[in-house]
T-cell receptor, first 116, second 111 residues
Framework: EAQVTQNPRYLITVTGKKLTVTCSQN?????MSWYRQDPGLGLRQIYY???????DKGDVPEGYKVSRKEKRNFPLILESPSPNQTSLYFC???????????????FGPGTRLTVL | GIQVEQSPPDLILQEGANSTLRCNFS?????LQWFHQNPWGQLINLFY???GTKQNGRLSATTVATERYSLLYISSSQTTDSGVYFC?????????????FGKGTHLIIQP
């Protein structure tokens, strides 16, 4: 079954304690990205990756890091989480044609993070 | 960047009613998707529809790309249709920026 998986689904942590949210897709997609969803602000892109070892900042990258060492995995790293990073996080992937954005993005189930 | 506006922001209907949700966008797009976020937070892809009309059961969507809007129709609403509906677009000149989301329409279907 084609899917995007995220772990953990729920996490409560404390300020400053490093954490990683994993994201994995089994569709051999080149393009992956992370979004956060906040009330009244909708979903905003944090980082994206066009392929292995190619990552770039989205709209709200401050406080986050990513890596893309393998095509299927795109972990989101919070080196020193703060309460304003409390949010619902989504990972997404799509097949990224070089000539046009003609594919849908597939979303993971979401990770609800609370930073105390 | 591209702007996405959805209306109405909130909608309360009785079961069985029909509804129309609207998405306006400020630039030409080569990707437009409608999502349903259920009460558990899960995002479900409803339609990929940068232009034209599609139907899937009680749901249908139409995008008029030249006029920069898309409509999502829900017929014979059921309580399971409740949740937030998001429109998301990707600008034609947007490089690899991914999807820009509207703020959503919060739909409540009452029994």
């Amino acid at each position: 079954e084609a899917q995007v998986t995220q772990n953990p689904r729920y996490l409560i942590t404390v300020t400053g304690k490093k954490l990683t949210v994993t994201c994995s897709q089994n569709m051999n997609h080149e393009y992956m990205s992370w979004y956060r969803q906040d009330p009244g602000l909708g979903l905003r892109q944090i980082y994206y990756s066009m392929n292995v070892e190619v990552t770039d900042k989205g709209d709200v990258p401050e406080g986050y890091k990513v890596s893309r060492k393998e095509k299927r995995n795109f972990p989101l790293i919070l080196e020193s989480p703060s309460p304003n990073q409390t949010s619902l996080y989504f990972c997404a992937s799509s097949l990224y044609p070089t000539t046009a954005h003609t594919d849908t993005q597939y979303f993971g189930p979401g990770t609800r993070l609370t930073v105390l | 960047g591209i702007q996405v506006e959805q209306s109405p922001p909130d909608l309360i209907l009785q079961e069985g009613a029909n509804s129309t949700l609207r998405c306006n966008f400020s630039d030409s797009v080569n990707n437009l998707q409608w999502f349903h976020q259920n009460p558990w937070g899960q995002l479900i892809n409803l339609f990929y529809i940068p232009s034209g009309t599609k139907q899937n059961g009680r749901l249908s969507a139409t995008t008029v790309a030249t006029e920069r809007y898309s409509l999502l129709y829900i017929s014979s609403s059921q309580t399971t249709d409740s949740g937030v509906y998001f429109c998301a677009v990707e600008s034609m000149g947007g490089g690899a920026d991914g999807l820009t989301f509207g703020k959503g329409t919060h739909l409540i279907i009452q029994p």
